[in-house]
Structure formats: C-alpha cells, structure tokens
C-alpha cells in the first residue's frame, strides 16, 4: 500500500464520479464553451491560442495544460458521437 504522502492529488472514486455527474448536469462553463469553439473553428495556431487564453483564465502553466486536454477530449467525444450517428 501506498504511503499518504505519495498519494497526494489523485483522484478517489467517489470524487471522480461526483465530478463526472456535476459535469453531465451543468455542462461546460461559458470559458470552457469559448475554448471550445476555439478549438473547432482554429487552425494551425489553434493550440497556442487555447493555451494562453486558458493561462489567463486559470493562472498557471500546468492547470492551462490540463484544461486544453480535458476540452479536446470533449471535442473528440462529440465528433465520435456526431459520427456514430
């Protein structure tokens, strides 16, 4: 078993799920919509844009990385879902 300290930051079960349901319910915040739409209608510069604009939303490197990951995953699941059907 893992010691406390080394387990830090990671996400339990139940956290993760509860997060997952307020997601489902609530949507995307108004800046996470605009990320969005950037990401579909960007081009080639797309990444860089999406990564500063979300710097400035969020206030750090790491938490702006992060974010740009989570909504092209999000845009990767709507184009699947838009493909199956």
Do not use: W
Request: some cysteine; proline content about 2%; charged content about 40%.
């Amino acid at each position: 078993k893992a010691k406390p300290s080394k387990r830090k930051g990671v996400c339990g079960k139940r956290v993760k799920l509860c997060r997952e349901i307020a997601r489902e319910v609530c949507g995307l915040s108004p800046y996470e919509r605009r990320i969005l739409d950037m990401i579909k209608t960007g081009g080639s510069a797309a990444d860089k844009r999406v990564y500063k604009f979300a710097k400035k939303r969020l206030g750090s490197h790491k938490r702006a990385l992060v974010k740009r990951e989570d909504i092209k995953a999000i845009n990767a699941a709507q184009r699947a879902k838009a493909a199956g059907l």
